[in-house]
């Protein structure tokens, strides 16, 4: 008898536990056009983002490659990656210097795929390093002057952009100039100050507003543009941010543009247009909760920003986005929903008449189970929120992308 129940046991064991995040069953073959050439014909690229990791993950990069034509990296071409403290400090000329071998691997790839790279992102406050600032790049000495800071900020970004452009040429068709500029609680901005721009973060100050001062995102702007000019590029310059999908930060948005774009004259005296596009970053729903995911009013605010930010002659890229669900039981729901959104978005530039929307990228790719080391990671991205399993399985969330997309181009 124990040895019949050691035997059922076993069998029951070995019975496949059906999950709701199971893959959908449609293989890459299957998805003929690809998605990029659907999102072409509604008249926008389609990327997911690529990390370290993900560089050695072969069914990843088949994905990506197969199906997308953009890509973003996930930190590796943002100063905090590329910055060289010790090279900095020994630079003749007292500018910056750069470590791009890992970015440099990241871009490779791209370029030997015929995939395009978002620039990802050459002025942002979050864990920028503190060092950059001061005299000598030395954290003990004094902070530099306001004029140094500012040829350092100009050296930066004409190095990095040169360096990615002569190297790669055509790869990086845009960047976000400036990340999260804009604040969320009353604390984070001056009063009264319609652009919401951020003096701290997380109760810590906002270095480039410190040091520099509120124009920063201005000169940021104006010097990715004349690097663009000085290397006769076609690379479109883009302000990046979450919650560009609520009214608030949408007019702050429109605030900061015309600020942008009123910032330098040209050698008739006219404004220059120094910025191109807004990215909206769309982590959607609740952050680490299952509260506000799924709701079809995010596909309608969605829709208002890009109609607003048309107005403003911007092009719209959506950079970050994670269509959230914390409910392993609504797989359903979730692949439903990114259908809705995608039919949303591909038929978005037919009602508009003219290719605003230039560029869907999404970040919550893969599928994350909760854990301790990582909750940053899925709180941001949601665990059952992706188009891939945990094991890089094709997902229904993918198929309602691609079947609604395929509808919307017909």
Not at 102 to 109: F, H, T
Not at 133 to 146: T, V, W
Not at 191 to 216: A, I
Not at 362 to 389: A, F, H, M, Q, R
Request: proline share 3%; aromatic share 12%.
């Amino acid at each position: 008898m124990r040895g019949i129940l050691l035997l059922l046991s076993l069998m029951l064991c070995c019975v496949p536990v059906l999950s709701h995040a199971e893959p959908s069953g449609r293989a890459l073959e299957d998805f003929r056009p690809a998605l990029k050439e659907l999102a072409g014909e509604a008249g926008f690229s389609v990327g997911i983002c690529l990390s370290p990791n993900q560089l050695k993950d072969q069914k990843y990069l088949t994905f990506l490659a197969d199906q997308f034509n953009s890509t973003t990296c996930t930190n590796e071409t943002k100063a905090y990656s590329l910055l060289d403290q010790r090279a900095s400090q020994r630079s003749e000329d007292g500018m910056p210097r750069m470590n791009y071998a890992l970015a440099d691997q990241m871009i490779s790839w791209a370029q030997a795929h015929g995939v395009g790279v978002r620039g990802h992102v050459l002025t942002w406050d979050a864990y920028m390093t503190e060092w950059f600032f001061h005299e000598k790049y030395d954290p003990a000495r004094p902070i530099a002057s306001r004029e140094v800071i500012l040829a350092r900020m100009e050296s930066y970004i004409t190095q990095v952009m040169t360096h990615f452009e002569q190297s790669f040429p055509g790869v990086i068709y845009c960047w976000d100039v400036v990340n999260e500029a804009m604040g969320d609680g009353a604390g984070d901005y001056r009063p009264g100050d319609p652009t919401l721009l951020r003096t701290t973060r997380n109760g810590q100050p906002n270095l480039f507003y410190e040091y520099v001062g509120e124009d920063y995102v201005a000169y940021s702007f104006l010097y990715a543009r004349n690097a663009a000019e000085a290397l006769g590029a076609d690379i479109q310059l883009f302000y990046n941010d979450y919650n560009m999908l609520y009214p608030a930060k949408r007019a702050a948005a429109k605030a900061l543009v015309e600020q942008i774009n009123s910032f330098a004259q040209d050698e008739n005296g006219q404004n220059r247009k120094l910025i191109d596009g807004i990215g909206m970053q769309g982590y959607m729903g609740g952050y680490g909760n299952q509260s506000g995911c799924l709701s079809d009013d995010l596909i309608s605010n969605t829709r208002a920003s890009i109609l607003a930010f048309a107005e403003l002659g911007m092009k719209v890229h959506i950079t970050e986005m994670a269509l959230r669900n914390y409910d392993e039981t609504k797989a359903a729901e979730h692949a439903a929903f990114y259908g809705r959104m995608f039919a949303m978005l591909g038929g978005i530039n037919r009602e508009l008449g003219e290719n605003v929307l230039t560029n869907v990228t999404i970040w919550g790719v893969n599928d994350v189970t909760p854990n301790s080391w990582n909750e940053y990671t899925w709180k941001l991205n949601g665990t059952w929120s992706g188009i891939l399993t945990e094991r890089g399985e094709i997902k229904t969330s993918f198929d309602a992308m691609y079947d609604a997309l395929n509808a919307a181009v017909k």
